[in-house]
């Protein structure tokens, strides 16, 4: 009976769906046919949009939960906000900042490998430094299938190759007597440690930290993919625009920053009472914003950090931060190392075959979540986003979930109605299906 009527809710959402797109299509004609696909074109767009979108609605859009012109439009909304405020970003508007030599100093690693930093004679001389290994998550679906739309997303489930990369970095850390284990709570960081966390044998549950989820810094919407990267480049961005980052769509660096700060302020407090060795499970991004925070770098250099330091940080890559409390100094000791894996895992999913089979494989974990979320009878709730998948996998599925324009005016509305219930959901999330869904 379960089984039938999610057949039949399945065929009636198509059925409407396939109505309201084509409905929709005729409509907004010139927005979603003729959609922009190159900056010069947008810019000359923002000219041609319907008056149902005007620039006084972009503040409008952040204090209530109406949306100002269908949701089929977000995208092109979007657009005019972003160019409405800035219309004359020249793509050569590029400064690169400097590191000075202490930075470039902290950045270099002091040991090529854990297994070299293992033999050394390190911890015999600094017994009472407190020990960091900073882990990012296994290969997930979005690493398979990228698409820009919306870097802090839960719908992220390890890959079948990033399974097997999970539970060879447990294995490998298998020995190491951590105090203590936290991760990301997003499904890919967070399925990632709990492998190490189950091999060690850890009664409970691994706890989590919102602090060490994944930036935000691109737009979520229906933006394409080559044309997000090309307008939303983070080079000019952060440079010349930070005030794009203060509004819904994409997280503050500074902020972001301030969270890792207060985080690992905890961390030190804690290695006042006695070394201590701590695994973390996060995100490529946030290790390289953990490493600028912990070196005192300033956020405006965060672009030659990612390019100069970070490109190229594996899955299930480990470093090792040390902390020094006779000093309070931080202390980088490996960086990026996934020299223990097995020479098949280090490259992830490869081969056509192999791919496109990973990719079908998410559909179906996207179609069965959102199908036990409607069954479920849940009301609307910023848990959805824990069910519904980012990016371009079908017409049809773009269509029957909502766009992300609408996700984020009904989440701040309901956070602003709601201000205790998002803190609660964070609390209770290790408990959610999600993070141990498998077909």
């Known amino acids: 009976m379960k089984a039938a009527r999610i057949i039949l809710i399945f065929i009636v959402t198509i059925l409407i769906s396939s109505f309201n797109a084509f409905a929709l299509t005729r409509i907004f004609h010139g927005i979603v046919v003729a959609r922009p696909q190159s900056v010069e074109q947008i810019q000359g767009a923002r000219l041609r949009l319907p008056q149902a979108c005007p620039v006084r609605h972009v503040e409008d859009s952040r204090r209530s939960a109406t949306p ?96 097997k990369q999970a539970r060879a970095m447990a294995a490998f850390l298998e020995n190491i007597p951590f105090d203590a284990m936290i991760a990301s709570d997003s499904e890919r960081a967070y399925n990632t440690l709990n492998a190490l966390w189950k091999r060690q044998g850890r009664k409970g549950q691994l706890p989590f ?15 394409p993919t080559k044309l997000a990267l090309e307008v939303f480049d983070p080079r000019r961005i952060f440079a010349k625009y930070p005030h794009l980052f203060q509004n819904v769509h994409l997280d503050s660096l500074p902020k972001f920053m301030g969270e890792i700060r207060d985080f690992y302020s905890e961390i030190e407090q804690k290695a006042t009472e006695g070394a201590h060795t ?34 190229g940080y594996p899955n299930v890559g480990i470093s090792i931060m040390a902390f020094h409390p006779d000093t309070r100094k931080w202390e980088l000791l490996v960086f990026k190392d996934n020299s223990y894996l097995p020479e098949k895992l ?22 069965k979540r959102y199908f036990e979320h409607k069954l479920s009878g849940k009301n609307p709730h910023p848990v959805h986003r824990d069910y519904y998948p980012r990016g ?4 049809w599925w773009n269509v029957i979930s909502p766009t992300e324009t609408a996700v984020i005016e009904r989440h701040t509305a309901f956070l602003r109605r709601y201000p205790d219930r998002e803190k609660l959901r964070l609390q209770k999330i290790t408990n959610l299906p999600i993070l141990e869904y498998s077909i």
């Open 68 to 163: 100002k012109m269908p949701t089929i439009c977000g995208c092109s909304r979007l657009y005019h906000e972003i160019f409405g405020l800035t219309p004359h970003i020249q793509l050569n508007e590029i400064k690169t900042v400097f590191l000075t030599n202490q930075e470039i100093l902290f950045l270099t690693p002091k040991f090529s490998s854990i297994i070299e930093f293992w033999n050394s004679e390190w911890q015999k001389r600094y017994p009472q430094a407190t020990l960091v290994y900073i882990v990012r998550h296994q290969e997930s679906v979005s690493n398979v299938h990228p698409v820009v739309t919306q870097n802090r997303n839960n719908f992220s489930p390890g890959t079948p190759t990033g399974k």
């Open 392 to 395: 371009k996998y079908s017409w």
């Open 278 to 311: 701590v695994a973390l499970g996060t995100h490529g991004t946030s290790i390289a914003a953990q490493l600028m925070v912990l070196g005192g770098i300033p956020a405006e250099k965060f672009l030659t950090v990612k390019d100069e330091i970070y490109p």
């Open 209 to 223: 930290d919102y602090r060490l989820a994944e930036i935000s810094m691109f737009p979520r919407g229906a933006v």
């Open 346 to 367: 280090k490259h992830g999913t490869t081969g056509l075959i192999k791919t496109k089979w990973t990719k079908f494989r998410y559909k179906l974990v996207a179609l």
